[in-house]
Structure formats: structure tokens, C-alpha cells
């Protein structure tokens, strides 16, 4: 991807308005960690998309209550919106993908004292930050005037893996790790008052000849363009996308259409991962 511009106040859909002619395009809420927001503001440097992206971040005020109340600290979570062309969702979230974040959907409903129409996001969560069943906000995130950051398509500029995704993926590490050392201490204290019987029973190896032994099958490796468009599917489905419309989505066509010519039986292994899926 390109440079990120970015422009002192603007909403998604000031910024956006009319993009739709020039192709399919989509919004996702990205909820990640408080920590890495300039990470996630400087997330376009890291990915390579081919139309203009566009994100605001919120920062919750009125509304910290109902948001605490239902079990999110607003304190340690970046609320970000993007509007992202639908050909480039799967480009936008792979690395954070990578890194463990997962798709759910969220209904953004208005909080006390405030009005407008409810709305379902798809939103990528941080796996160390939780995510509730809705979420109060004081206006329509794409109504929302912000800070705006536009990345416009060209050149990676970071690389994702030496710069601030080493950040967020030790920030994230550091979250999952203080949550898993909680649970073994929970687990150490159970294993304690459980003490568990000695066996006293002895058991034999039953020999088997070489005609009893099963076959050995090695599997085949995948070709470069059979994991390529293994992780063009992943990320489609992650990014929402329905098994029955990604083959007619442009990222499929186009990896396929590679794949095909490659002689790769392309429709086989669409069923295979779908069944897989």
C-alpha cells in the first residue's frame, strides 16, 4: 500500500461519497488494542491494496458506562471504522489475521440519550480484547467526524514484519500470555486436591507382521498456487464472504484463473476446502 494522508476532520461518508461507482466496497470495525493505535493508524503502510482505504478512530466519552457495563474496558480497546474496497478486505486484515484476530459481528446501538438506527458491523477483534454481543456509541460510527486516515494504493512502505507489527504482536502476546499464566494457576490448584489413582494394570504389545501394518501414505505438497489461493479463500471467508459467492469474487478469479492455467484442478479443491470450512 501507499502513503496515509491524513485529513483533520472527515467521516466515512463524507470522505466516500460516490466510490461506490467505481466498485464493490465495504466497512469494518476493527477493535484492537489501546496500546497499538499508532500501529493500527499506520496500518496501510504495511499492505498492499489497490483502491483507496479510509478509517477514523473513536475515542468513547459519554457513553463509557454503558460500554464498561457490558464487560468491554474502554481504557485498554482502539475503536476504529474502516471503509475498505471489498476486492482488498482480504489484503486490509491478513496480517492482523495472522496474528490472531478473528471475525464476529457487533450491533452498534445508540446510547443513552441519543438516537439513530441500529446497525450490524462486521468487526476483527485483538484475541485478548473481548467482544460484547453490542456496543452503545453516541452516533453512527459512519456519521462519525474524525481525525480521518486515508491510505491510498501504492508500495509497501513498512515492513509489517520489522516495524510496528512487532509491536502489535508483542503487545498481543504479552495480553494472551498473562491470561493463559491466570489459568494455569486455576488449573494447579484443581490438580492438587485431585489426586490421580496409580495403575497397577500391565499391558502387553500385542506384535504385528508387515501384512498387518496399514499403508503409509505421504501426502502431497501444495503447489505455490494451491496455498495461495488456499489463503485467498481463508481470507474471503474471514472476511465474511459466503462459499457460495467467492468464486465469483474478483481476488478468486483471479488466483484461479492462474491456477487453472497451471493445471491445477481448481473446482476440486474448492470443494475440498469448503468441505474443510
Known sequence: MGEVEIVESGSLDGLTNGWEQYGARTRIMMLGARADRHALRNHGRTVAIEETAVSVFHRPREERSEIEALGLDHTRASFQFVDVAMADLGRWMQPLIGQGWTRSEVQIVPSAGTSFEEETWACFHHPAIPLPEKIPLTESPSMMSRKAFVTHPGPILDDATDSVMENLAASMMGEISQAMEETVDETSVEEEEVAEPESNISTEPIPMTEENLPPVTTPQPESPLESEM??????????????GDIMEHPQ??????????????????????SEES
Not at 471467508?237 to 462459499?243: I, K, L, P, S, T
Not at 478468486?252 to 476446502?273: H, L
Request: aromatic letters at 8%.
Open 230 to 243: 488456499r489463503q485467498v479463500i481463508s481470507l474471503l471467508v474471514a472476511g465474511g464472504q459466503e462459499m
Open 252 to 273: 478468486f478469479i483471479e488466483v484461479s484463473e492462474r491456477a487453472a492455467a497451471a493445471g491445477v484442478d481448481v473446482w476440486g479443491m474448492f470443494v475440498r476446502i
